[in-house]
């Protein structure tokens, strides 16, 4: 069982920036690909970005390209979304997620093998 916790969610105006920060424990955290998933009200869930096990390798969803990095520490068993000139489209609430087969499974499958409760994150216009 791997445990995440999200934090750093909010209510900002349009063209800020926030960060949002994945606390995990449990397993072995470098086991895992780590990611992140927004799902907004009356939508689907939706891919937002994922890093690599070691941290070398990024995929980010077309949207938030250029907008947003992600990013992890294995020696605190964090991970970060780093969101700038966030968009009222960009309201969502936001999972943190892990993925056991890898990144590139996350992004193309959308999957994931444990997600995290959520934070908010509302931009107004």
């Known amino acids: 069982q791997v445990q995440l916790v999200e934090s750093g969610g909010g209510l900002v105006q349009a063209g800020a920036s926030l960060r949002l920060s994945c606390a995990a424990s449990?397993?072995?955290?470098?086991?895992?690909?780590m990611g992140w998933f927004r799902q907004a009200p009356g939508k689907e869930r939706e891919f937002v970005a994922a890093?690599?096990?070691?941290?070398?390798?990024?995929y980010y969803a077309d949207s938030v390209r250029g907008r947003f990095t992600v990013s992890r520490d294995s020696a605190k068993n964090m991970a970060y979304l780093r969101m700038n000139d966030l968009k009222p489209e960009d309201t969502a609430v936001y999972y943190c997620?892990?993925?056991?087969?890898?990144?590139?499974?996350?992004?193309?499958?959308?999957?994931?093998?444990?997600w995290g409760q959520g934070t908010q994150v509302t931009v107004s216009s």
């Open positions: 997620a892990t993925r056991s087969r890898g990144a590139q499974d996350m992004s193309v499958t959308k999957g994931a093998d444990y």
């Open positions: 449990g397993r072995t955290f470098s086991n895992y690909a």
């Open positions: 890093i690599s096990k070691g941290g070398s390798i990024t």
